[in-house]
Structures are given as C-alpha cells and as structure tokens.
C-alpha cells in the first residue's frame, strides 16, 4: 500500500449538525441502515436495534478474524443493543425508547410491526412527534406491497438494468448496492424535510415516510418515461457509450489502462476532437451537433480511441489537462488508496476499531465548514451498549428500575 495512506487520522469529537436528534434504527442490510449511518456520521444518536442474532450484514462478504469488514462501516457511529421485538418484554423496552425518538427506520415487510401491534398507529400515540421511515421493496400500498424484496429487484424494475450493459449483451445489475445507497440517500434527506416541518414549519407533528427502493433509482434514471409518453421511443443498452452526447466511452492506454471521458459541452467537444483527430477535426460537419456526433459515433470513437491507444497513462491525462479536456482514469480500490486527491482531501480515513486496531473506510461526504461529519466509532459488537442503553432509560423513569435501585 502506499505510505502516504498509511498514517491513522485522529477523528474529531465533532458535535455536528445533527447533535441531540435521536434516531432508532431497526432496519436491516442496506437501505435503512445506510439512513442512520448518515445520520450518524453528522451527529445523531442512532441507536441500533438488532434481532439477538444480528444484523445479516454482520455475516455478509468479506471477514477478517471472524468479524464482518462491511458491517464495520455500515454500523459506525450507533449504540447496538439486541432485541426480539415479537416478545412482550422486548416491545416495552422498545416503546420506551421511543417516548422521545425523533426518528425511527425500519423495513420490516408490510404489515409486519402492526402484526406485533408496533405499527404506526401505535408508536406514533406514544410520541405523535415521531418521524417513522417505512422501507420496503415496493412500498406500503399497491398489489406489490407485501412482496419480499432487495435492491436488486429495484435495479431491475426501475428499468436500469434494461440500459446498463453492451448491446449485444444481457441486462447487466450492478455489483454493489445502487438502489439499496440510492434509496437512503432519499430517506435521509425526506426525514430532514419532516423534520424541518415539524419543528421549524410549527406543525409540531411526526409523520411516516413511505419508501419504496424502486422509485428512487428510477426518478435518476432521468427523461425515459416523457421520452416514451412523448416520442415512444424506448431507451436500450449502448455500452459507455451516452444516448445524449459524444464523445463518451471508456478507452484504452497503450500499457492497458483504462481512461473515461464526457465530452458534454460544446467547448469540450473541440478540444478533444482537435486534440486526438489533429487541428480542425472539430469542424468536421459531421461532428457539430450533439445528434450529428451520436449518429458518427463510431469514426468518432476510432478518432478518439486511435489516440488514447498510441499513448501511456500519464501522457494522455497530462495531455488532456493541458487542453482542459476532462478525463479520468478508470481506477480499482487500491489505485484509489494512492491517488493524490483523495489523500489530499482525506476521503479514505483510518479509524480505530477494537476488534481490529486501525482499518481504512471512506470518510463522511459531504464536507460541511462549520459543522463536519466525523467517524466516532466502526461498528459494534451485537448487544454492546445494552447496559448504557438501558441505565438511561430507566434514569428517564420510562423503564422500571432494578430493585438494588430502589433500595
């Protein structure tokens, strides 16, 4: 690994914006842990609930001494406490530690916390501020709603997988959790706007966000659905290639390495063309509109290729910024542990962690001047923060105290 990547940053006790929100998460997996993790990272106290035998996520891909290396970075920043929320004993305990929640995630199937008689028309009588992110495949309602399903049905349904892949190809799913981190990313910011209602609009009133992971990744997949209604036309798979503009591809070094670029403008487009195809390659007449270049792809893809092809790495990134042409290599996770901008800006951090001494994640995104995000903690052990978690509820007089208490 490069020494530069190897010294373990300190990470400030920053407060953050997010400080004195509380948020219960008792989701599993992706979607709805990634919501708190967010949370989290700028300053909220996520409480992690978890059936005693834990978060899957915990067992899910790579491990290191027997812990999960994932969950390491899903479940920074929360308290974890253990609890099965189908026995009485365990309800209780969760209905206190919503009396003064501001937030709680959940992605049980349809139906499931109100057959537990934990739904919405309950817990929202305990705290009638409370905000309740619902997460579900498809949603609270329609024929689909009591369907099991993952991110990886969103990929499909939304139509992203239909444009993803080589033409001659088959649809392609992505290999990580797109819809899955699309889809939190929407139950963060969606909690905030309840939040804001709440309590700057003067409402005063909690309210539940119905989510479902297919319409998030299919609300990004940009003007398909008025491009159909309006033209009937039905986008299809074009490879790296964009259906909007050209050139724009991934492209081969002469030592085999891998360079993307988008030439969306104008101004971009005659510097690369009179860069790779020589002086005046720009005024071809059939490079001049955005559909004119589409319908030469090809000549332009072997213009472009033919010169990237006959050129190292440095050389055609050193080329292209000398130009002002944007471009950038295609890089794999350790090119990017040693790549000078992300070290500049610290987007990969070591944090301690006490299972595993220092380990390397990203760091909290975006950057905020006054009230940054920080990694105070990687993931917990299961049930690690019960005993806190339990002291404190009993000091707010909403459990039972214990009878050496009462003494």
């Known amino acids: 690994m490069p020494e530069t990547m190897k010294t373990e940053l300190t990470m400030p006790a920053a407060a953050g914006p997010l400080k004195g929100l509380r948020v219960i ?65 365990d309800a209780e305990i969760f209905k206190a530690m919503i009396i003064d929640a501001d937030i709680l995630v959940e992605n049980f199937r349809t139906g499931t916390l109100e057959s537990w008689g934990l739904g919405w028309d309950v817990l929202s009588k305990i705290n009638p501020r409370l905000v309740m992110v619902r997460v579900t495949a498809f949603g609270q309602t329609g024929p689909y709603s009591r369907r099991a399903g993952f991110g990886t049905l969103a ?38 706007f309840a939040i804001y209602e709440r309590d700057i609009g003067g409402s005063g009133k909690g309210q539940y966000i119905d989510l479902a992971i297919y319409e998030p990744i299919f609300a990004l997949l ?3 659905p008025i491009i159909f209604d309006q033209l009937g036309v039905i986008q299809n798979r074009t490879g790296n290639r964009s259906v909007n503009n050209a050139p724009r591809n991934a492209y081969r070094t002469r030592e085999g390495r891998w360079v993307a670029l988008s030439a969306a403008t104008p101004s971009i487009v005659r510097r690369v063309l009179d860069l790779t195809g020589g002086p005046g390659t720009a005024d071809d007449p059939r490079f001049q509109t955005n559909l004119d270049r589409i319908k030469h792809v090809e000549e332009i893809d072997r213009i472009v ?32 542990f040693g790549d000078r901008q992300y070290i500049a800006r610290n987007s990969v951090v070591s944090v301690p962690d006490e299972d595993l001494g220092p380990v390397r994640m990203q760091n909290v995104f975006p950057v905020m001047s006054r009230t940054p995000g920080a990694i105070r903690r990687t993931g917990a052990r299961i049930d690690q923060d019960r005993a806190e978690i339990i002291d404190e509820l009993r000091a707010a007089g909403r459990l039972p105290a214990r009878e050496e208490d009462r003494a």
């Open 305 to 336: 290729g033919g010169w990237i092809a006959k050129h190292d790495l440095p050389e055609v990134l050193e080329t292209f910024e000398r130009v002002e042409a944007a471009i950038a290599p295609i890089y794999d996770v350790e090119q990017i």
């Open 155 to 192: 990929e499909a349904m939304s139509g992203f997988a239909h444009i993803t892949g080589q033409p001659d190809g088959p649809p392609t799913l992505p290999p990580f959790g797109l819809a899955d981190g699309i889809a939190a990313y929407y139950g963060c910011f969606a909690s905030m």
């Open 25 to 89: 998460d008792c989701a599993t997996l992706f979607a709805g842990p990634i919501i708190s993790t967010l949370m989290g990272d700028f300053g909220a106290d996520v409480i992690k609930i978890e059936h005693p035998s834990g978060d899957p996520l915990r067992n899910m891909g790579a491990k290191k001494e027997g812990h999960g290396l994932w969950w390491k970075t899903t479940g920074r920043n929360k308290r974890c406490i253990a609890l099965d929320l189908k026995t009485a004993a």
């Open 222 to 224: 940009g003007p398909q």
